[in-house]
């Protein structure tokens, strides 16, 4: 089980429960929502308030505005009608942004509905077999026979034998409105493309680029902008009206992306806003490891990678992707689950299995596209999605999670007490870092395409999850130039700053140098051989191992960056987490803001974490522990005798408690001297303090 220089083992489904009867039991209604997290999109077919009222009390975790399509201002509405929602439904509810980015469009002209919405006119007939051409002339008009694209660069991107996928904005691309190209002649500005498939192209057209070739891919995508002009208009208009918790980042090419698009979201004040790195194609596999290791999450959008990633390979990938941002702490979202559920009330069985499946490999959350964007049933998917999610998460098997990170020990490099172990483990494992004999299959060459060489086989060595951190340079260099452009004159920021700016969200700090960053890979095994971890990371699976060995019924984690709470999810406990937001007094310029909220909804992505804001100001420390324990139990978190885990700190000491419910239920059993119970570790009542860090 030891940890390997050479890769990580592969996770392997493992059922808590194989017993027929029981499984077909209803799962035990949860008071709370599951542990899995459905972020939903925003649009015409949910957005009003009423809906959305029943959405969030369906569970929805999180809500999404896409700026790829629709004006600003209907977004506005949008964000707040959510508002209202939320004030109606007492529920907390993230905000995610997500980008235009390096998506590419037909353009067609549209007319804007009473609710501002686009709507086009006639769908365009193509048929089987005839030539068309794709051009960057701006004065065409969609028709037939030529279809006129955003991206000036277009054409430079193409050669003969590619293909080009033409559909519907989140369409499945098995329906009438997705069409399949083949490119036959690059023409100067035409592309003269065959067509595949019959289809009727309508709405707004989303345009995906894939290569031919598997082996020196040209990557000719990083030369788009990472942001598009609306992007950076838009994220500056919405974020004066909203509090903005996530920025998806579209067609992110590599960690660098996420750098950029750091430095960016704090030049323009959304300091706080966590980015999540949308990875849509073989490139971001190719350079997964560094947008993992860059990003606070990642959003795996199966169904623009299922375009460019050969169908065979896409489960591996996607239990590859799962298990490394399980490995590195970072929350993962994946799309495209239940599309059948745009048009009737219930999901097909190939889906209903797969979001359990995606469960099962550890995901953190799926986000609902079209389901909910145009669907037809926007509260059942959200309804459906979670009662799969909760099912699937009573015989996901908690301790061989546990043990399997416990084996691999990846922790966060570069992170405090991290980089005594650096000096004598970077030289070990090159930034490639496959084995000396070529076996570890990376996630690059899972993607491959069906022709490139690729042993079967390979798949179920426990040797396949190559953790490597690819070097950082890209292999393009348009995006930063034009970001830069984007920005205000004379912002060189990233140039002069020498670090390496990344996530923070309970892992990485923002300042971790590039050394460090780059060291993730070789950190895993301390110099003697042995895996190690940092101290938090060690509390925090401790307090996820007492809770298990005591069978509590909760753990609280006092929060204030969302680093701890954030690793105790990692190990993803049997039990819920209450995350226990401390808000902040922070002063900008003139005033003083009391921050806390945006955090309490950020913890809302991570599976199994429940936010709590604690009172500003909190009186003393036992009061505060026994009004969220008061509180939980009023939530039906706790009941009379249960057991919870604490972290927490005692000056600057990081220490776990364990805490008992009193016999009514009502809240925490005190101990003679008025103060909370003993402190225990690992079952050990009576010890103080357990670790510091
Ligand atoms: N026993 C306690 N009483 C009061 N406040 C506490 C106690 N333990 C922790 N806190 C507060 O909770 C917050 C948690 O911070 P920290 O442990 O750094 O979490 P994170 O990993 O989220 O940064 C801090 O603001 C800390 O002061
Ligand atoms: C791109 C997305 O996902 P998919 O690739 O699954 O359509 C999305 O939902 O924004």
Not at 240 to 264: I, K, N, P
Not at 666 to 686: C, I, R
Request: aromatic share 4%; charged share 20%.
């Amino acid at each position: 089980m030891a940890a390997s220089r050479y890769g990580v083992k592969s996770k392997t489904h493992m059922l808590k429960n194989d017993n027929l009867p029981s499984i077909l039991e209803p799962a035990v209604p949860a008071p709370h929502i599951a542990g899995t997290k459905v972020t939903v999109t925003l649009g015409p077919a949910c957005r009003d308030v009423e809906t959305l009222v029943q959405m969030l009390e369906a569970g929805m975790a999180c809500a999404r505005v896409d700026l790829t399509w629709g004006p600003v201002e209907y977004h506005m509405q949008s964000l707040k009608n959510l508002q209202e929602a939320v004030k109606r439904s007492r529920r907390l509810c993230a905000v995610m942004v997500d980008t235009l980015g390096r998506e590419m469009t037909i353009r067609r002209t549209y007319n804007l509905n009473e609710q501002g919405w686009p709507v086009h006119e006639e769908p365009i007939p193509i048929k089987k077999g005839q030539i068309l051409a794709v051009t960057t002339d701006v004065s065409a008009t969609a028709s037939s026979e030529r279809l006129p694209i955003t991206y000036p660069g277009f054409a430079a991107m193409c050669t003969p034998g590619d293909t080009l996928f033409i559909g519907r904005y989140l369409v499945n691309g098995a329906d009438q409105s997705s069409l399949y190209l083949e490119i036959k002649e690059v023409k100067g500005e035409e592309v003269m493309c065959e067509a595949m498939n019959d289809a009727e192209l309508d709405g707004l057209l989303t345009v995906i680029h894939s290569e031919r070739s598997d082996d020196g891919m040209s990557n000719r995508q990083t030369d788009l902008p990472m942001l598009a002009q609306h992007d950076v208009m838009a994220l500056k208009q919405l974020s004066a009206a909203y509090e903005l918790d996530f920025v998806a980042l579209t067609y992110t090419c590599d960690g660098g992306d996420v750098q950029e698009m750091r430095e960016f979201l704090d030049d323009i004040g959304l300091v706080q806003a966590k980015i999540i790195a949308k990875v849509e194609n073989r490139q971001a596999l190719n350079n997964f490891s560094s947008i993992a290791t860059m990003a606070d999450g990642v959003i795996l959008s199966r169904g623009n990678l299922g375009l460019d990633v050969a169908p065979e390979k896409m489960a591996l990938v996607q239990k590859c992707a799962i298990s490394r941002c399980n490995l590195l702490g970072k929350p993962v979202i994946i799309t495209r689950v239940v599309d059948t559920m745009v048009s009737v009330p219930r999901c097909t069985r190939a889906e209903a299995t797969d979001v359990a499946n995606a469960v099962l490999d550890g995901v953190d959350g799926v986000l609902l596209g079209a389901e909910t964007l145009r669907g037809k049933y926007p509260v059942a998917t959200v309804k459906t999605v979670l009662s799969i999610c909760r099912q699937a998460e009573e015989v996901f098997d908690h301790s061989y999670h546990f043990d399997f990170l416990m084996s691999e020990a990846l922790d966060e490099a570069g992170y405090d007490d991290a980089s005594q172990h650096s000096g004598s483990q970077t030289g070990g494992s090159p930034a490639g870092g496959n084995s000396p004999n070529g076996s570890t299959q990376n996630l690059a060459q899972l993607s491959a395409a069906s022709e490139a060489p690729f042993s079967p086989t390979s798949i179920s060595s426990p040797r396949n999850l190559n953790l490597s951190l690819p070097p950082l340079p890209r292999t393009g260099s348009g995006s930063q130039a034009r970001l830069q452009e984007l920005r205000s004159p004379g912002s060189h920021k990233l140039q002069s700053s020498g670090m390496t700016r990344v996530s923070s969200f309970g892992s990485i700090p923002r300042t971790a140098s590039v050394q460090s960053v780059r060291a993730v890979n070789a950190m895993h095994v301390s110099p003697g051989g042995t895996p190690w971890l940092s101290k938090v990371e060690s509390i925090a699976s401790t307090a996820v191992r007492a809770a298990d060995k005591i069978k509590a019924s909760l753990i609280i984690v006092y929060a204030s960056t969302g680093r701890t709470a954030s690793l105790v999810a990692k190990y993803r406990p049997n039990m819920p987490i209450l995350a226990l937001v401390i808000p902040t007094l922070k002063s900008s310029s003139l005033s003083w803001e009391l921050h806390g909220r945006s955090l309490a909804r950020q913890c809302l992505i991570m599976r199994g974490v429940i936010p709590m804001l604690a009172a500003p100001m909190p009186g003393d420390s036992d009061r505060l522990l026994s009004d969220a324990v008061a509180s939980a139990a009023q939530r039906g978190l706790v009941q009379a005798h249960d057991h919870i885990v604490c972290v927490m700190s005692m000056k600057d000491d990081l220490i776990l408690k364990i805490v008992s419910m009193d016999s009514l239920g009502e809240g925490m059993k005190t101990t003679k001297t008025g103060s909370s119970q003993d402190l225990a570790a690992l079952g050990t009542p009576g010890k103080k303090v357990l670790a510091t860090a």
